[in-house]
């Protein structure tokens, strides 16, 4: 081709690009039109569902649709006998408690490849999905974390533990009746040998956490009970009309009282589940909501950073941001959910926002310059900003991490441990359901944690040290990849986690001989080395050790003191509703050590948002829902480059709690006083681990003295108890001992 015939084909592929462009512009038109009267359909068929003698099959005949997807727009119209529909809910029931295979035995034959992907937008049953992603921002793009990363009232699947296999699971639950998938072990990834491996040893260059040089700026609160209406501004609580209690009757009815609102919390009445019952999944629900169309509102796209900002679609805790349409660059008011730093249990608005001026007034007393954030994440991690050192080694802040080093501690390093155990490993007919919880659990597991560049340390390396330095480099801030192998004559729990594909992340393996590859913390492979009642066969392939540090230190004894003079307040103080603010705000400051921990993890991102319909999605979008102006969508979109990315602390605090739900000292200065935790309970009496507590068949003499990490007695259940087969059944079964214990008045020893 010479210049000339190049310079022509310009030309003509610059004539089909404008041919091309126009007929995108005719497509998104036709596609935004087919949209809305799809939409239309959809409404139509759902409001045709309200009369009592509706039939799907007439419906789907007179709307196009097929009767699946009439029953997927109105479930109400299934025409399923209900007998047949209860009989695969009791299937899906027996799925739950069927057995789990053990892990394989070493060696495993092929890795086993895991994808996880986004369920559909149309589901044929209402089922509970996981938590969605946070949208596109800087203060909001880790809002997933502060979800999903650490438990939430809403608890997690458990693992059902098989005769042979207990198992546990991490992360958001589903429904209780969905069948969990177990296809076997899974193989975590490991440490690469020559130049690769260099990468697993380093940090990334120009990213350190550095004490912010600037204050945060205070945003106006107000508290809203979207059930009853009541509205508290400042001092005063006023009634307000919310109409269908739409985003934007709410914005309207907020603004009109208290001009200047930046921010709404939502204390009771979750306006977001209305008309959930339309959809297929809570989600869908919830997304609808937050795009609810508005004369006066639109979605707020934000500026800088924070461009294309978007809502954060979640069952539970949405959050919709907001800006006038007549005035997008006016300022952003965002709804939220109160039940992000506490389960307001019922208390009114005004005790909301007393327990709110009381967490920041006892904040206050430990940082000058305390701002409450949106959510209790943004708020830890901004308050630990502000404690990171100004002289010493690290005054200059704390490197992150290598991508691909925070890439194998997010595969590698789980967080609580949740297990519901069967028989025959505890009796069908449990004599008692006692209940332990660790009291302000993670809070005692912050005074040391991992700094700077990890060191390696090979199978060889490990093998050539003494029993002392092994010891050392074990109780050190470390993580290790281990060979593992239950030994014989072994009657207890599982001491250590092993990966599994399927709903379940990791499972505990009890049954002697058992062997698996696994990545764990130094505090719990030193407790299946070391334990009291018997050693486990531990294999060492490799590890990371880190530089001993306190990081954390400072910032979790100033949440403590924080939390305790708010627990104390809760108690002594002498008006009733002045007690439950104080109870509520130490719950808070949980929340914001909690969460904020969690939000040092880093886990690759869900990333949400929303498009006007009719222009061109992002590449690798999955479509939440749309109405006929916006499409909601989310997609993955790894690691951000984000300088407070330290995965290993949070790795490390939650090794330390894991291997506390087995083995806790009480200490008087350096003497040991006393024991707690489950190996110190009698084998077959373990029926529960939920992240931060224990259920038993017994009451324990561990004693309690209202310090973090101490074990509360929460509840007691007089048997014979029928043995909980679901995570529903624990549940319930929990919330009646916690009656029973309350209604006897029973106190902590």
């Known amino acids: 081709m010479d210049r000339k015939s190049y310079t022509a084909e310009l030309a003509s592929l610059r004539e089909l690009r404008t041919e091309i462009t126009a007929a995108e512009k005719t497509v998104a038109a036709a596609r935004k039109e087919l949209d809305k009267l799809t939409d239309r359909r959809s409404r139509r068929v759902a409001g045709l569902a309200a009369y009592e003698g509706a039939q799907a099959p007439a419906i789907a005949k007179a709307s196009g649709l097929s009767v699946g997807d009439v029953v997927r727009i109105a479930p109400l119209l299934d025409p399923t006998p209900a007998a047949v529909r209860a009989a695969k809910d009791d299937d899906q029931a027996a799925a739950v408690a069927a057995p789990a295979p053990a892990p394989a035995v070493e060696p495993v034959a092929e890795p086993v490849s895991v994808s996880v992907v986004a369920p559909a937008l149309t589901r044929p049953a209402p089922v509970v999905e996981q938590p969605a992603a946070a949208a596109v921002t800087a203060e909001a793009s880790r809002e997933a974390e502060d979800q999903a990363a650490v438990e939430r009232p809403a608890p997690a699947a458990p693992a059902v533990a098989a005769p042979v296999v207990p198992a546990a699971s991490v992360g958001p639950v589903a ?25 697993f040893e380093a940090v990334t260059t120009g990213l350190v956490s550095k004490r912010p040089p600037y204050t945060q700026q205070a945003r106006s609160t107000v508290f809203l009970d979207a059930a009853t209406g009541d509205l508290a501004v400042r001092d005063q609580v006023v009634r307000v009309d919310l109409g269908t209690r739409t985003p934007g009757e709410i914005l309207d009815a907020a603004l009109t009282t208290a001009p200047g609102t930046e921010r709404i919390y939502i204390t009771a009445g979750a306006p977001w589940h209305d008309g959930a019952e339309r959809y297929s999944t809570l989600k869908d ?3 609808a909501w937050l795009n609810t169309p508005s004369e006066r509102w639109t979605t707020a796209v934000g500026s800088g950073r924070d461009k294309l900002a978007g809502h954060f679609v979640h069952q539970r805790q949405p959050v919709g941001r907001y800006a006038p349409a007549a005035a997008l660059d006016s300022g952003t008011t965002e709804i939220r959910s109160m039940g992000e730093w506490f389960d307001a249990d019922g208390a009114d608005v005004t005790t909301c926002r007393d327990a709110f001026r009381l967490l920041w007034q006892a904040l206050r007393r430990h940082w000058d310059d305390v701002v409450l954030m949106g959510s209790p994440s943004q708020t830890g991690r901004d308050l630990w900003s502000r404690t990171i050192p100004t002289t010493g080694k690290w005054a200059g802040g704390y490197p992150v991490l290598s991508e691909e080093l925070r890439g194998l501690l997010h595969a590698t390093g789980g967080q609580g441990r949740t297990e519901l155990i069967l028989p025959p490993r505890v009796p069908e007919q449990l004599p008692a359901l006692v209940e332990y919880d660790r009291t302000f659990a993670y809070a005692k597991h912050l005074w040391k944690s991992p700094v700077g ?3 390696r340390i090979t199978a060889a390396a490990f093998a050539a040290m003494t029993e002392q330095e092994q010891t050392k480099a074990l109780m050190s801030c470390s993580h290790w990849n281990v060979r593992v192998t239950v030994p014989a004559g072994w009657n207890h729990i599982g001491l250590l986690p092993a990966p599994v594909t399927g709903d379940r992340a990791w499972v505990y393996p009890s049954e002697p001989g058992t062997t698996f590859t696994t990545w764990a913390g130094g505090a719990e492979v030193h407790l299946a080395l070391s334990n009291h009642l018997m050693p486990w066969r531990i294999e060492i392939l490799g590890g990371l050790v880190f530089e001993d540090g306190k990081p954390l230190d400072e910032w979790g004894k100033r949440l403590k003191a924080a939390w305790a003079d708010l627990t104390n307040l809760s108690r002594i103080h002498g008006d009733e509703r002045q007690r439950q603010a104080a109870y509520l705000a130490s719950r808070a400051v949980r929340s914001v050590l909690l969460f904020g921990l969690g939000g ?4 690759p991102r869900l990333v949400s948002g929303t498009t006007p319909v009719g222009e061109a999605l992002p590449a690798g979008v999955e479509i939440l829902g749309q109405d006929d102006q916006v499409v909601t969508w989310q997609r993955q979109a790894g690691f951000s480059r984000d300088p407070y990315a330290h995965p290993e602390w949070a790795a490390y605090v939650w090794s330390g709690a894991r ?16 024991y707690a935790g489950a190996l110190h309970a009698k084998p077959g009496s373990v029926v529960y681990f939920g992240t931060d507590g224990i259920a038993l068949t017994e009451r324990q003499p561990w004693p309690y003295r209202g310090e973090p990490g101490d074990y509360l007695l929460k509840g007691h259940l007089t048997g014979p108890v029928e043995h909980p087969t679901s995570q529903e059944q624990y549940l319930k079964l929990r919330g009646q001992g916690r009656a029973e214990l309350a209604a006897k008045g029973a106190e902590q020893q």
């Open 175 to 199: 429904a209780p009746a969905r069948p969990m998938v177990e296809t076997g072990p899974r193989e975590l990834p490991t440490l690469p040998e020559g130049p690769a491996g260099a990468r």
């Open 600 to 603: 040092f993890a880093q886990r």
């Open 659 to 674: 291997a506390a739900l087995l083995d806790m000292k009480y200490r008087q200065g350096k003497e040991v006083i006393g």
């Open 453 to 455: 560049t990890p060191r």
């Open 285 to 287: 629900a919830v997304a």
